[in-house]
């Protein structure tokens, strides 16, 4: 007999190991953890959202931003200016209130020594109406609601990763428990063989067989072990805690009696990143109408209080002023004019995008439930065809202990019996993932 013979089926191999190999420690700490206990951990230590989180509190700091638009501005300022400019050594003079009646003088009118003033001075500035801003504070309050649906659609993802994770870790043991089963029969074959050799009634190439697939099934016992580890460092990373441990999860019971598939499944249109997408194109909307608001007059109020003195530090002489004022861009090169057109262009792209992504959506929701219908079909086929295997070992496992099989009969139908379980493994795996994809192409929590 050839060693192919008797090695597992690559695909079987290649399904085991679907995981990466690295060696597991012996000193491992296992820990039990339910599914729900990774859901919690992972939305209250994920980095993905905290990062979510801090974008939800940049976008609510920069609408506090445009409460400007109703509360003062108020400066304080302080100058020490010196000249001998006529006009402004006389303003100066008239500031400070100290104009004396040799300051008419024309020659020092004309040719006036240097003069100083130190000028303390309080403004207030008050917006009234500026319709513009107005409409752009209704557009940064959308953009803290587009952040809030965003943090949900991340926790919503997050939960979907946590549930794939979960079922890998699970299929992982499903494996090894395959792999130990398996084990267990070739090791049972083993024995009988090696008794029968001894007496001389077999053959020395019969028991290296065996002796081969013996450590081929150990060696994949080892790697499955591994996949376990990896599994459990890919849940610790999901939920932000210590990455050294191995869990052990709850058992995944076969579900081959649902119904299958039939009927059509709409997206909700009331789905996260949905609602979401659907802010920022009202956000486009309104900063639309607050360029176009810009065409409009604006009207603001404005006062002073200041005090001059030619000594610094000095309050000799205050004055107020305070005014109202009315300005109005009546044409800015067009710039207004095209504003508004990119502005438009970059909300059409938004609306087509959101349509793209329902009718994406939609097509990924058919095709998970066409995926569901034959996962679960293909479990209830394989559920099945163990029932046959495990009898066809059985017979054979007989015959062969009354010398009517050789030891590649048995060798290949012990494989067929451990391919069949653990195509009902992945079966239920892919049914359960299957599962979790449609609940998250189909969620629609509140904040």
Do not use: C
Request: aromatic share 8%; proline share 2%; hydrophobic share 40%.
């Amino acid at each position: 007999m050839t060693t192919k013979s008797i090695l597992l089926p690559g695909i079987f191999i290649t399904a085991v190991l679907f995981l990466s190999t690295a060696t597991a420690s012996a000193q491992q700490t296992t820990k039990h953890l339910g599914l729900d206990e990774a859901l919690a951990a992972t939305l209250k230590n994920n980095k993905a959202v905290e990062l979510a989180m801090l974008d939800e509190k940049i976008a609510a700091a920069s609408y506090k931003e445009t409460e400007a638009i109703f509360f003062p501005q108020v400066g304080l300022s302080y100058s020490a200016l010196g000249t001998n400019n006529p006009l402004n050594a006389f303003g100066f003079k008239l500031q400070q209130k100290s104009i004396a009646q040799n300051d008419f003088d024309p020659a020092k009118l004309n040719d006036p020594s240097a003069t100083s003033d130190f000028t303390t001075k309080l403004e207030l500035q008050q917006p009234i109406i500026n319709f513009d801003m107005q409409y752009k504070r209704k557009a940064a309050a959308k953009q803290v609601d587009l952040y809030n649906y965003k943090t949900q659609r991340t926790k919503e993802y997050l939960e979907l990763e946590v549930n794939k994770a979960y079922l890998q870790l699970q299929l992982a043991y499903d494996a090894a428990d395959v792999l130990e089963d398996a084990n267990k029969t070739a090791g049972a074959v083993y024995t009988f063989t090696n008794n029968h050799y001894k007496q001389g009634l077999i053959q020395k190439s019969d028991l290296l067989n065996v002796q081969l697939r013996v450590t081929t099934i150990e060696t994949n016992i080892a790697k499955a072990k591994s996949n376990i580890q990896n599994a459990s460092d890919y849940l610790s990373l999901l939920m932000g805690v210590d990455s050294s441990l191995v869990y052990t999860v709850d058992k995944v019971q076969p579900e081959t009696n649902e119904p299958a598939y039939s009927g059509k499944f709409n997206i909700p249109q009331n789905r996260a990143d949905f609602i979401a997408m659907q802010r920022a194109i009202e956000a486009s909307e309104l900063m639309i109408t607050a360029t176009k608001k810009s065409y409009l007059p604006r009207l603001n109020a404005f006062g002073s209080y200041q005090f001059n003195d030619a000594s610094p530090l000095g309050f000799g002489a205050s004055a107020w002023m305070a005014g109202i004022q009315l300005t109005w861009d009546i044409f800015k090169g067009n710039k207004t004019k095209n504003s508004i057109s990119t502005q438009k262009i970059q909300r059409d792209k938004l609306i087509e995008q959101l349509a793209q992504q329902k009718e994406q959506s939609q097509l990924e929701l058919n095709k998970a439930y066409h995926d569901l219908s034959d996962a679960q079909f293909d479990a209830r086929q394989q559920k099945a065809a163990i029932e046959q295997a495990a009898e066809a070992l059985q017979i054979l496992q007989n015959r062969y202990q009354q010398g009517l099989v050789n030891t590649t009969d048995v060798l290949m139908a012990a494989t067929q019996v451990s391919q069949q379980k653990f195509a009902l493994a992945q079966a239920v795996y892919a049914a359960n993932v299957t599962k979790a994809w449609i609940q998250f192409l189909t969620s629609t929590k509140n904040k």
